[in-house]
């Protein structure tokens, strides 16, 4: 059984990872609007992601005889300055996610409890590769700005490399 200060920490990760699919979710509608159907089909991808983040957690809960208790999820913004700066927004949220991964493994370390500590492995690898695809978009979108495109299309021509 599941101690009652992991329990209440996974809820709270619960309404996080729920906030940040609602926030995605709030992006591609932004996207939408804007006719980028590609940027707002990646942020719909994500928001999905963030729901599986979630009832990862939850599932686990149940596993452990614990209980789940939801919580009010927060309103996202609904409109940005740029889509660079909505960029950078998606790459300081996924570093502040990652911040309370590594706080509630901290946690399991505190308690004691071994099961905790596997599945909270898996969050620390995911976030690796969030912070990674955020600040990925971030750059190439600096780079647009800086109007260097050409360099982009290189990039994309050789990371086909072994693909063909
Ligand atoms: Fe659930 Fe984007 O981390």
Do not use: C
Not at 75 to 91: H, N, Y
Not at 127 to 137: D, G, M, P, S, T
């Amino acid at each position: 059984m599941i101690s009652k200060a992991m329990q209440d920490a996974i809820n709270e990760q619960i309404n996080k990872e729920l906030y940040s699919s609602y926030l995605y979710l709030s992006m591609a509608a932004y996207f939408e609007s804007k006719n980028l159907s590609g940027f707002a089909h990646w942020m719909r991808i994500q928001e999905g992601e963030e729901r599986e983040h979630a009832m990862k957690f939850y599932d686990f809960l149940l596993d452990r005889g614990g209980q789940v208790s939801l919580k009010v999820i927060d309103a996202p913004p609904a409109t940005w300055k740029s889509d660079i700066e909505l960029f950078r927004e998606v790459a300081a949220h996924e570093a502040k996610v990652t911040g309370l991964i590594n706080a509630l493994y901290e946690l399991a370390l505190k308690e004691k409890d071994y099961p905790s500590q596997v599945l909270l492995q898996w969050y620390i690898s995911e976030q690796v590769e969030e912070e990674k695809n955020a600040a990925e978009i971030v750059a190439s979108l600096e780079m647009i700005e800086r109007h260097e495109t050409a360099v982009l299309q290189l990039d994309h021509q050789l990371s086909k490399r072994g693909k063909d």
